[in-house]
């Protein structure tokens, strides 16, 4: 059974920096588009972050220059580095694995559990 399991989490102040990471488990996921997203209280889930098989790789705009996606192939995990953390970062952030092979990567159909990011002073 394919599972994908994230960790790395946490509580940060503003500016701090946290790296997720998301260990898969039962398929090759480096073959395919993979994914951060998140979700706040009372917001709709968001795309924040994808990378595809050859590593080309998109975020959202108000991550861009401070978060980044990264895969270890021969891990099959997929991280994310986060810096200059905001408040408006917090949120449930969830690992997913894709069905695409390339950008723009916009369907996925196997998802984490999440890993809660809190950032507050």
């Known amino acids: 059974q394919v599972q994908l399991m994230e960790s790395g989490g946490g509580s940060v102040q503003p500016g701090g920096s946290l790296r997720l990471s998301c260990a898969a488990s039962?398929?090759?996921?480096?073959?395919?588009?993979m994914g951060w997203f998140r979700q706040a209280p009372g917001k709709e889930r968001e795309k924040v972050a994808v990378?595809?098989?050859?590593?080309?790789?998109s975020y959202v705009d108000s991550v861009k220059g401070r978060f980044t996606i990264s895969k270890d192939n021969a891990k099959d995990t997929l991280y994310l580095q986060m810096n200059s953390l905001k408040p408006e970062d917090t949120a449930m952030y969830y690992c997913?694995?894709?069905?695409?092979?390339?950008?723009?990567?916009?369907?996925?159909?196997?998802w984490g559990r999440g890993t809660l990011v809190t950032v507050s002073s």
């Open positions: 039962g398929s090759t996921y480096s073959r395919y588009c």
């Open positions: 997913a694995g894709g069905n695409n092979y390339y950008l723009p990567c916009n369907s996925f159909s196997t």
């Open positions: 990378i595809d098989r050859i590593g080309s790789t």
